[in-house]
C-alpha cells in the first residue's frame, strides 16, 4: 500500500449513461448529459448519505468499488463520508449502477493525489460491472463502443450529431438487469448476427451524421429489444405514441425500465415529451444531448 491517508474532500462527476442503442446490445453506449455527484470526505466511519438508508452500508456499491481500486491500484484505503447526489431515476436503464462503480474508482485515485488513469478506471469497472457498454461512456464521454480483450476493456469513440436529442422515459418501477439477462435466449441464429452486425455499424455512421431516415433504416433490433419489451408494461404504448409525435426512434435504454426516443431537434423533443407525458404523467421525461465529457475529479 502506498500513500498517506488523505485530508482533502474529492467531488467526483459521472455522467448517466444509455446502453445498447437498439442494436448495439452489449457493445455500444451513451454519455448523456445529466451528471450524478458524489463527494468523498475522510471520516471515522464509513457514513453514506444523500440516498435510502438501506445504502449506508459496507455493502455500498460506491464503497466496495473504492476498496476494490485501493486494492487493485496499491493505495491505502481509510474510512470515508460518501455523500451521493444523484438524479438519475432509480427505474433502471440510465447506468446509474456504473456512476456509483466509477465514482468509487476514481475517488481512490483522486484521494490519493493521483491523475484519473481512464485505461485502468475502465477495465477494473468493467469487471465489477460486468459488462462494458454503460461503464465505457461514463469513463471516456460520447458515443463509445466496447468489447474485452485478456482483462483489459478496448473502446472507441465515435462522433454523435448535435442535432440529435435523447428523450429518456423512466416509468415508476424497476426492471432489474438480472431479470432483463435471463429474458433472452442463450444462442441466436447465425442470420440474426449478420443481421445485427451490418445495422450496428449502420447505426454508428447514422448517430454521426443525424440523418433521421438513416437512424429509423438501421435501428431494428433482433437479440434483445423483441425478448425484453414485455418487461415493460408500457413499453408499446409509449413507443406508438413517441413515434407517431415525430421521434425518429423509440429503444429500451440499456437493460430498461427506461425508454429511449431518439429525436431531431428540440421541437420535435419537445412534441414527444408532450406526448408521453400526456399518455403517461407519471413518467419522469427529461431531454438530453450526448455528453463529451466522461468523469471527473476535483478537489475541494
Ligand atoms: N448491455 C447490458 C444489457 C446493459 O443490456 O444487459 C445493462 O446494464
Redesign the pocket.
Known sequence: MIGEPSTTRVIVRVPATS??LGVG???L?LALDLDATFTFEPSERLLVSGCDESFNTPDNLVWRSYLMACQELGLASQPLHIHEDSPIPAS??L?S??TCVVAGIVAAQALAGRPIDRQKTLSLATTI???P??VAPAVMGGLVSSYIEGGDTITTRWPVAPNLRFVCMAPPYRVL?SD??MA?PSMVPMSSVSWQVGRCLAMVSALASGRGKDIRACCHDRI?EPY?APLIPDYERLQEASLQAGAITFL?S??GATMLAICDGDTSARQVSDAAVALMPELWVRTMCASERGVSASHL
Request: net charge negative; proline share 0%; no cysteine.
Open positions: 446502453a445498447n446490445f452489449d457493445v453506449g433502471g436503464g447506468g449502477s456504473s460491472e460486468g459488462h457498454d454503460n438487469t432483463a439477462r433472452l434483445h425484453r429500451i440499456g437493460s
